[in-house]
C-alpha cells in the first residue's frame, strides 16, 4: 500500500559530522513536509515543498539545515555540521494540493528517522 | 518514535467508555483541522479532519468537533478500546496560502482495561 518510507529509521553521529535524511513521498502527491518532533517542542515544521519547490522553509536554521528535492520522488534533508540539540525525531510527510491550496489528502507521514547526535 | 514525552496531558479512561480529548487553536483564519493518533515509534496517523464550515463530522467510533467562536475543537472516541492508546494531535492549517499543518502539544490517552 501507498505510504511515506524514510531513511535511515535510526542515526546515531558525532557531533560535527554531516548527516543526511531521506524521504520517499506517495507516488503522485505533490507536497511534501519535514516535521522535527522533540519532548521539549512537539512536533515543529521545518519546511516544505509543492511541485518540489521550497515554499516556506522558515523553521528550519538556516546555518546548519538545508532540504532538498532532486526529483518528484525523493526529499532530502540534511544537517551539517550536526549539534547534540538536533536530536530528535525527524519525519517527512507528503500530500496532494490542488487548485488554490485546498488540501486534497491528508499529510501522509513516514515512521520517522530518530536522529542522536553526541 | 518518541512522540511528546514528559509533560503531556494524559487523560485515563476505562476500556468501553468514551473519551473527548480537547484542543484549543489560536489562529482564527485556520479552515481545516485534523486529528492524528501517533503511536509509539510510530509517525502520526491521520483520524478525522473537519472544514471551517462544519461544526461536526463523524466518522468510524470518533466525532470531531468544532467550536470557531471560541476557537476549540474536540475528539470523542467511542467505547474506547486499548488499541486506542496513543498521542492524539489536533492540527490546523489555512487552506489557502501557503501554510503547512500546525500541530497542538498532544494529549496522551491511556486505556486501562
Known amino acids: 500500500d501507498a505510504r511515506v518510507t524514510q531513511t535511515p529509521r535510526h542515526k546515531v553521529t558525532e557531533m560535527g559530522q554531516e548527516v543526511t535524511m531521506r524521504c520517499q513521498p506517495i507516488?503522485?502527491?505533490?507536497?511534501v513536509f519535514w516535521y522535527r518532533q522533540t519532548m521539549m517542542q512537539g512536533l515543529e515544521l521545518l519546511a516544505y515543498?509543492?511541485?518540489?519547490?521550497?515554499?516556506?522553509d522558515s523553521g528550519m536554521p538556516k546555518d546548519r539545515f538545508s532540504a532538498e528535492m532532486p526529483d518528484a520522488t525523493l526529499a532530502t534533508l540534511k544537517i551539517q555540521p550536526s549539534e547534540p540539540r538536533d536530536s530528535a525525531v525527524y519525519f517527512c510527510?507528503?500530500?496532494?494540493?490542488?487548485?488554490?491550496?485546498?488540501?486534497?489528502?491528508?499529510?501522509?507521514f513516514g515512521q520517522g528517522t530518530r536522529l542522536t547526535v553526541v | 518514535g518518541e512522540s511528546v514525552g514528559l509533560h503531556l496531558p494524559t487523560l485515563s479512561v476505562q476500556e468501553g467508555d468514551n473519551s473527548i480529548i480537547n484542543c484549543a487553536y489560536s489562529?482564527?483564519?485556520?479552515?481545516?483541522f485534523i486529528w492524528y493518533k501517533q503511536e509509539s515509534g510510530k509517525g502520526p496517523q491521520f483520524i478525522i479532519d473537519?472544514?471551517?464550515?462544519?461544526d461536526k463530522r463523524q466518522g468510524q467510533r470518533v466525532t470531531v468537533l468544532l467550536n470557531k467562536t471560541v476557537k476549540h475543537l474536540s475528539l470523542q472516541i467511542a467505547a474506547t478500546q486499548p488499541g486506542d492508546s496513543a498521542v492524539y494531535f489536533c492540527?490546523?492549517?489555512?487552506?489557502?496560502?501557503?501554510?503547512?499543518?500546525?500541530f497542538g502539544s498532544g494529549t496522551r490517552l491511556q486505556v486501562q482495561p
Open positions: 510527510a507528503s500530500g496532494l494540493v490542488l487548485g488554490q491550496g485546498n488540501m486534497n489528502t491528508e499529510a501522509f
Open positions: 507516488l503522485g502527491h505533490n507536497t
Open positions: 515543498f509543492r511541485n518540489r519547490a521550497p515554499l516556506d
Open positions: 489562529n482564527s483564519a485556520s479552515d481545516y
Open positions: 473537519i472544514r471551517s464550515n462544519m
Open positions: 492540527a490546523e492549517k489555512t487552506d489557502t496560502g501557503r501554510r503547512a499543518l500546525t
